[in-house]
C-alpha cells in the first residue's frame, strides 16, 4: 500500500473497480482493458457458485455461473484470468471468503507457474505478491450469507491462511476484516465499528493460540491484517468513523497484542462506498452519491484509505457496462490528480467538533465490543445470535425512518418528479450475461476433468483430508491440490465432508420493530385476521431464497414486516434449491410464496418454484418475487405465472403486504377493494 513521507505530496491510494462476470476469458479482457485506462489495482469478483465452493454443473450453481462475477472452478481458469498480467507486478483484491484459501492457493499456483516461464525462482516471485484475499468469514454470517463451513473451522482456514502468508508472501494481506456489509445488513456506526473489531480480536487471539507464528514476529501479523469499510453518505459521521476506527485499532493493537511498532499498528484499510444507498429510481443521483461517499474516506489525510473501488451508477439496475465502470474509475482520477486534496495535511486535526464525534463513536464501539468479548467473542456472538439480531433490528428501524419519510433518500420518498433519463430507456443499459454461458462453463469443466490425471486428483484430496482431520496447516495442501487440477467444488466438497456445513441464525425472530406507522400496520393487520377467519387458518408466508444469493437484507426486512402484520411467517435462511422451497411451502401450508432474488438468477430460479408447485397441485399459491429486477424480466416472469414483482422502488413494506393480502383474496375468490 502506498504510504507517503513528510516532505511529499499524499501518493494516490489503489484505483480499482470491483469487475468480473461470465468466463475467465472475458474478465481478463476487461481487467486488461481497466488497467489501460489508468486503473492501478485489481478487484476480482467472483460469482456465486465460485465464492461458496460450487462447480458449474452442480445443482444449486443452476441460474448463477458468471452472473454477479467471473466462474473459477481450476487453476486453468486462475491462468486465463490472469493471462498477459503479471501477478508479481499486480495489485490484486480478491473477495472470495469461505475459500478464500482455495482461490489464494490457485493464485500462488499461477503465480509459480509464471515465475518458472520468466526463469525465476519461486520464492522471489512470492516475495513480491502484493494484494488482499477478502478473508472474513463472521460478516458472512452476519449479512453476505455466502459462508460454507462452521464458525470454528473457518475461524482454522483463516489461521492458517494468516500464519502461511506472513511467512511465505509477506505483502500480501491475508485478510480483509469487512465491515463493509454489516453497513449493509443494518450496523449504526458504532455497530460497524465493534463487530468488525471483535472478528479482528477472533482472528488474531486465534492466529496467536494457533503456536504457528513466534511472538517475536506477531507485529509482523498484526502489520497485514486489512480493513474493508463501507462508506455511507453521512460523510462527516463516515470520516469521524473513519478516525475511531484507527484508534480502536493502534489502542487494541499496542494494549492487548503487546505491538510496539507503530508502522504495525497502522490502519491499513481499503473501501467500497455504499452500494445499499444506490437507488433504483432517478438512478443518476447516484453519480453524487458515490462522489460524496468518496469525500468521506478521502478528505482525512490521518485517516484516509489506501485502496478505493467505486460502484457504478447503474448497479441498483443490473451489471455496470465497462463504460460504466469508466465513469466510476475516472470520478477517483479526477480527485486524485486535478484536486489539491493530496497537498496538505490532515485538514481536519484541532477540530473540536471532529474530536468530540470521534470520541463518541469509541466510546459506543468500546462499549460493544466489551459486550461482546463478555459473551466469548465474535464466534460466540455468531452462534448464540445475538449480533444478527442485532443488525436485523438495526435495519428495521433505518427502513421505518424512510417509510415516515424521516429520512429522506431524494428521488425515492422526495422530490419523486423526473424527466425520462436519457441515461436508460433500453436493454443495452446495463450488461447482461449471454446465457449460454452457464452451458460453456459445465461443458467446459467437464472437458477439464476429462484432460486431468485423476489418480493425481484423487491423491491431492486424500492428502487434503487428511491433513484436515489434523491440526496441519492447509495451505501448502491447497496448493497442491491446485497443480493437480482439483476443482473448487472438490475441494471445498473434501472439507465439508471433514468440517461439515453450516445454517447461521436468521436474526428475523430476534427482531425488534420500533415506532411503525400505528395506523397502516394497524389496519393490514386486521385484513389478515380477517382473511385469515375467511379462509379457516391464519395466513401463512414462506419467504425463501433460492439458489446461491446469500444477500439476505431484504428477505429478513419482509419477513419482520409480515410478522408484524399479522403472517405466519416461514423463513429458513438462504442457500435453497427450488425443489426445497417448494416442498416446505406443500408441508406447511402456505397462503403465498415470496421470493428474494438479487443475483440475477431469477429467470431461471423463480419458474421453478411456479413450476414445482403446479407440479404439486399447488398453483393456487401465489409465487411473489422481489429484488433487481430490470422490467423486461419482470413482464418475463409474469408471463411464467408469477403474480406480482417488487423491486427496490418499492420501498413501503406496509403496502407491499397489504398488496399480498390482496392477491391472496383474489386468489381465493374473497372481495377485493375496488
Same mark, same amino acid.
Given at each position: 500500500m502506498?504510504?507517503?513521507?513528510?516532505?511529499?505530496?499524499?501518493?494516490?491510494?489503489?484505483?480499482?473497480?470491483?469487475?468480473g462476470?461470465?468466463?475467465?476469458?472475458?474478465?481478463?479482457a476487461?481487467?486488461?482493458?481497466n488497467?489501460?485506462?489508468?486503473?492501478?489495482?485489481?478487484s476480482?469478483?467472483?460469482?456465486?457458485?465460485?465464492?461458496?465452493?460450487?462447480d458449474?454443473?452442480?445443482?444449486?450453481?443452476?441460474?448463477e455461473?458468471?452472473?454477479?462475477?467471473?466462474?473459477?472452478?481450476?487453476?486453468?481458469?486462475?491462468?486465463?484470468?490472469?493471462?498477459?498480467i503479471?501477478?508479481?507486478?499486480?495489485?490484486t483484491?480478491?473477495?472470495?471468503?469461505?475459500?478464500?484459501?482455495w482461490?489464494l492457493?490457485?493464485?500462488?499456483?499461477?503465480?509459480?507457474?509464471?515465475?518458472?516461464?520468466?526463469?525465476?525462482?519461486?520464492?522471489?516471485?512470492?516475495?513480491?505478491?502484493?494484494?488482499?484475499t477478502?478473508?472474513?468469514?463472521?460478516?458472512?454470517?452476519l449479512s453476505?450469507?455466502?459462508?460454507?463451513?462452521?464458525?470454528?473451522?473457518?475461524?482454522?482456514?483463516?489461521?492458517?491462511?494468516?500464519a502461511?502468508?506472513?511467512?511465505?508472501?509477506?505483502?500480501?494481506?491475508?485478510?480483509?476484516?469487512?465491515?463493509?456489509?454489516?453497513?449493509?445488513?443494518?450496523?449504526?456506526p458504532?455497530?460497524?465499528?465493534?463487530?468488525?473489531?471483535s472478528?479482528?480480536?477472533?482472528?488474531?487471539?486465534?492466529v496467536?493460540?494457533?503456536?504457528q507464528v513466534?511472538?517475536?514476529?506477531?507485529?509482523?501479523?498484526?502489520?497485514?491484517?486489512?480493513?474493508?469499510?463501507?462508506?455511507?453518505?453521512?460523510?462527516?459521521?463516515?470520516?469521524?468513523?473513519?478516525?475511531?476506527?484507527?484508534r480502536?485499532?493502534?489502542?487494541?493493537?499496542?494494549?492487548?497484542?503487546?505491538?510496539?511498532?507503530?508502522?504495525?499498528?497502522?490502519?491499513?484499510?481499503g473501501?467500497?462506498?455504499?452500494?445499499l444507498?444506490?437507488?433504483?429510481?432517478?438512478?443518476?443521483?447516484?453519480?453524487?452519491?458515490?462522489?460524496?461517499?468518496?469525500?468521506?474516506?478521502?478528505?482525512?489525510?490521518?485517516a484516509?484509505?489506501?485502496?478505493?473501488?467505486?460502484?457504478?451508477?447503474?448497479?441498483?439496475?443490473?451489471?455496470p457496462?465497462?463504460?460504466?465502470?469508466q465513469?466510476?474509475?475516472?470520478?477517483?482520477?479526477?480527485?486524485?490528480?486535478?484536486?489539491?486534496?493530496?497537498e496538505y495535511?490532515?485538514?481536519?486535526?484541532?477540530?473540536?467538533?471532529?474530536?468530540?464525534?470521534?470520541?463518541?463513536?469509541?466510546?459506543?464501539?468500546?462499549?460493544?465490543i466489551?459486550?461482546?468479548?463478555?459473551?466469548?467473542?465474535?464466534?460466540?456472538?455468531?452462534?448464540?445470535?445475538?449480533m444478527?439480531?442485532?443488525l436485523?433490528?438495526?435495519?428495521?428501524?433505518?427502513?421505518?425512518?424512510?417509510?415516515?419519510?424521516?429520512?429522506?433518500?431524494?428521488?425515492?420518498?422526495?422530490?419523486?418528479?423526473?424527466?425520462?433519463?436519457?441515461?436508460?430507456?433500453?436493454?443495452?443499459a446495463?450488461?447482461?450475461v449471454?446465457p449460454?454461458?452457464e452451458?460453456?462453463?459445465?461443458?467446459?469443466?467437464?472437458?477439464?476433468?476429462?484432460?486431468?490425471?485423476? !489418480? $493425481? @486428483?484423487?491423491? #491431492?484430496?486424500? =492428502?487434503? &483430508?487428511?491433513? *484436515?482431520?489434523? %491440526?496441519e496447516?492447509?495451505?501448502?495442501?491447497s496448493?497442491?491440490?491446485?497443480?493437480?487440477g482439483?476443482?473448487?467444488g472438490?475441494?471445498?466438497?473434501?472439507?465439508?465432508?471433514?468440517?461439515?456445513?453450516?445454517?447461521?441464525p436468521?436474526?428475523?425472530?430476534?427482531?425488534?420493530?420500533?415506532?411503525? !406507522? $400505528? @395506523?397502516?400496520? #394497524?389496519?393490514? =393487520?386486521? &385484513?389478515?385476521? *380477517?382473511?385469515? %377467519?375467511?379462509l379457516g387458518s391464519r395466513?401463512?408466508?414462506?419467504?425463501?431464497?433460492?439458489?446461491?444469493?446469500?444477500?439476505?437484507?431484504g428477505a429478513?426486512?419482509?419477513?419482520?414486516?409480515?410478522r408484524?402484520?399479522?403472517?405466519?411467517v416461514?423463513?429458513?435462511g438462504?442457500r435453497?434449491?427450488? !425443489?426445497q422451497?417448494?416442498? #416446505?411451502?406443500?408441508?406447511?401450508g402456505?397462503?403465498?410464496?415470496?421470493?428474494?432474488?438479487?443475483s440475477?438468477?431469477?429467470?431461471?430460479?423463480?419458474?421453478?418454484v411456479v413450476?414445482?408447485?403446479?407440479?404439486?397441485?399447488?398453483?393456487?399459491?401465489?409465487?411473489?418475487?422481489?429484488?433487481?429486477?430490470?422490467?423486461?424480466?419482470a413482464?418475463?416472469?409474469?408471463?411464467k405465472?408469477?403474480?406480482?414483482?417488487?423491486?427496490?422502488?418499492?420501498?413501503?413494506?406496509?403496502?407491499m403486504m397489504?398488496?399480498?393480502?390482496?392477491?391472496?383474496?383474489?386468489?381465493?375468490g374473497?372481495?377485493v377493494?375496488?
Amino acid at each position: 500500500m502506498p504510504y507517503p513521507t513528510d516532505r511529499e505530496r499524499d501518493r494516490p491510494w489503489v484505483i480499482r473497480t470491483y469487475a468480473g462476470h461470465s468466463s475467465a476469458e472475458k474478465s481478463n479482457a476487461l481487467y486488461r482493458r481497466n488497467l489501460a485506462k489508468g486503473q492501478t489495482g485489481l478487484s476480482v469478483a467472483f460469482d456465486l457458485p465460485t465464492q461458496t465452493g460450487y462447480d458449474p454443473d452442480d445443482e444449486l450453481a443452476k441460474g448463477e455461473v458468471g452472473k454477479v462475477g467471473v466462474p473459477v472452478s481450476h487453476i486453468g481458469d486462475m491462468r486465463t484470468l490472469f493471462d498477459g498480467i503479471p501477478v508479481a507486478e499486480a495489485n490484486t483484491s480478491m473477495t472470495i471468503n469461505a475459500p478464500a484459501m482455495w482461490l489464494l492457493a490457485l493464485y500462488v499456483a499461477v503465480a509459480e507457474e509464471q515465475a518458472e516461464a520468466s526463469g525465476l525462482d519461486h520464492a522471489q516471485v512470492r516475495a513480491k505478491l502484493a494484494g488482499t484475499t477478502q478473508n472474513d468469514i463472521v460478516k458472512e454470517y452476519l449479512s453476505r450469507g455466502t459462508y460454507v463451513f462452521p464458525p470454528a473451522p473457518s475461524l482454522r482456514l483463516i489461521t492458517d491462511m494468516v500464519a502461511w502468508s506472513v511467512t511465505e508472501i509477506p505483502k500480501w494481506n491475508p485478510i480483509n476484516i469487512c465491515s463493509y456489509h454489516l453497513q449493509e445488513a443494518g450496523a449504526t456506526p458504532a455497530q460497524e465499528l465493534a463487530y468488525s473489531l471483535s472478528t479482528a480480536i477472533a482472528v488474531l487471539d486465534s492466529v496467536r493460540d494457533s503456536g504457528q507464528v513466534p511472538q517475536e514476529r506477531f507485529g509482523d501479523v498484526v502489520g497485514r491484517i486489512s480493513f474493508f469499510v463501507n462508506a455511507g453518505l453521512r460523510f462527516v459521521e463516515e470520516m469521524c468513523k473513519m478516525r475511531a476506527l484507527g484508534r480502536l485499532w493502534d489502542t487494541i493493537t499496542r494494549e492487548r497484542y503487546g505491538v510496539e511498532n507503530p508502522k504495525q499498528r497502522r490502519l491499513r484499510y481499503g473501501v467500497q462506498v455504499n452500494s445499499l444507498g444506490l437507488t433504483e429510481a432517478q438512478p443518476e443521483n447516484n453519480v453524487q452519491r458515490i462522489v460524496l461517499e468518496m469525500l468521506a474516506v478521502t478528505l482525512s489525510k490521518d485517516a484516509r484509505a489506501r485502496a478505493i473501488q467505486l460502484p457504478a451508477w447503474n448497479e441498483a439496475l443490473g451489471l455496470p457496462r465497462p463504460w460504466d465502470q469508466q465513469w466510476a474509475l475516472r470520478m477517483q482520477q479526477v480527485l486524485a490528480y486535478e484536486t489539491d486534496l493530496l497537498e496538505y495535511e490532515d485538514i481536519f486535526a484541532g477540530s473540536h467538533v471532529v474530536e468530540a464525534k470521534v470520541a463518541e463513536l469509541v466510546e459506543a464501539a468500546q462499549a460493544e465490543i466489551d459486550r461482546v468479548q463478555e459473551m466469548g467473542g465474535a464466534v460466540a456472538a455468531v452462534e448464540n445470535g445475538y449480533m444478527k439480531g442485532e443488525l436485523v433490528t438495526a435495519l428495521a428501524e433505518r427502513r421505518r425512518r424512510i417509510e415516515s419519510g424521516e429520512d429522506v433518500v431524494v428521488g425515492v420518498n422526495r422530490f419523486e418528479t423526473t424527466e425520462p433519463s436519457p441515461l436508460q430507456g433500453d436493454a443495452a443499459a446495463i450488461e447482461t450475461v449471454d446465457p449460454a454461458t452457464e452451458a460453456a462453463a459445465i461443458a467446459a469443466i467437464t472437458r477439464w476433468r476429462a484432460s486431468r490425471d485423476q !489418480a $493425481a @486428483v484423487s491423491e #491431492a484430496l486424500t =492428502r487434503l &483430508r487428511d491433513a *484436515a482431520k489434523t %491440526d496441519e496447516n492447509l495451505m501448502q495442501v491447497s496448493i497442491d491440490c491446485a497443480k493437480a487440477g482439483v476443482t473448487t467444488g472438490e475441494w471445498a466438497g473434501a472439507l465439508r465432508e471433514v468440517f461439515g456445513e453450516f445454517r447461521a441464525p436468521t436474526g428475523v425472530s430476534a427482531a425488534v420493530a420500533s415506532g411503525e !406507522a $400505528a @395506523v397502516e400496520i #394497524a389496519e393490514v =393487520r386486521e &385484513r389478515v385476521r *380477517a382473511t385469515g %377467519d375467511e379462509l379457516g387458518s391464519r395466513l401463512r408466508m414462506l419467504v425463501g431464497k433460492p439458489g446461491l444469493d446469500g444477500h439476505s437484507n431484504g428477505a429478513e426486512q419482509v419477513a419482520v414486516r409480515a410478522r408484524d402484520v399479522g403472517f405466519e411467517v416461514v423463513y429458513q435462511g438462504i442457500r435453497l434449491t427450488p !425443489a426445497q422451497i417448494v416442498a #416446505a411451502a406443500v408441508q406447511e401450508g402456505v397462503h403465498v410464496v415470496g421470493l428474494s432474488v438479487l443475483s440475477g438468477s431469477h429467470l431461471e430460479v423463480v419458474p421453478a418454484v411456479v413450476e414445482g408447485l403446479r407440479a404439486q397441485g399447488a398453483d393456487d399459491v401465489p409465487v411473489i418475487v422481489g429484488g433487481i429486477i430490470p422490467a423486461e424480466d419482470a413482464t418475463v416472469l409474469k408471463q411464467k405465472g408469477v403474480a406480482a414483482v417488487f423491486t427496490p422502488k418499492d420501498y413501503q413494506l406496509t403496502e407491499m403486504m397489504d398488496e399480498i393480502v390482496t392477491l391472496v383474496r383474489r386468489q381465493h375468490g374473497l372481495d377485493v377493494p375496488s
